[in-house]
């Protein structure tokens, strides 16, 4: 079993920058790939960005593209996203996710159907 839990989360104004974190747990010899999504109210959960278990393959949604930067720092077992020039348009609750398949297949690490473990979120508000 894996826990995740996500920090990092505030009140931005338009333009601003945020750094979300996703730390992980328990069984954290083995490597997953990781992801992170959002969830605005009144919307489904959707696809912001992920990562492979290496490091070398990085996946954006085309509308974070360019100014969201995820990576992970393997020694603390930690997943990060790095938001840039936040619109308002960017609120919502921030979510992260470990998978435990293995692939380079961008539209699987889009779905949220093929993540197995889930933090409880962090809430990211821009205002205008």
């Known amino acids: 079993q894996v826990q995740v839990v996500e920090s990092g989360g505030r009140l931005v104004e338009a333009g601003d920058s945020l750094r979300l974190s996703c730390a992980a747990s328990?069984?954290?010899?083995?490597?997953?790939?990781m992801g992170w999504f959002r969830q605005a109210p009144g919307k489904e959960r959707e696809f912001v960005a992920a990562?492979?278990?290496?490091?070398?393959?990085?996946y954006y949604a085309d509308s974070v593209k360019g100014r969201f930067t995820i990576s992970r720092d393997y020694a603390k077992n930690t997943v990060y996203l790095q938001m840039n020039s936040l619109k308002p348009e960017d609120t919502a609750v921030y979510y992260c996710a470990a998978m435990r398949t293995y692939t380079a297949n961008s539209v699987v690490y889009s779905q949220t159907s093929n993540y197995d473990y889930w933090g409880q979120g962090t809430q990211v508000t821009v205002s205008s």
């Open positions: 328990g069984r954290t010899s083995t490597i997953y790939p």
């Open positions: 990562i492979s278990w290496s490091g070398a393959n990085t």
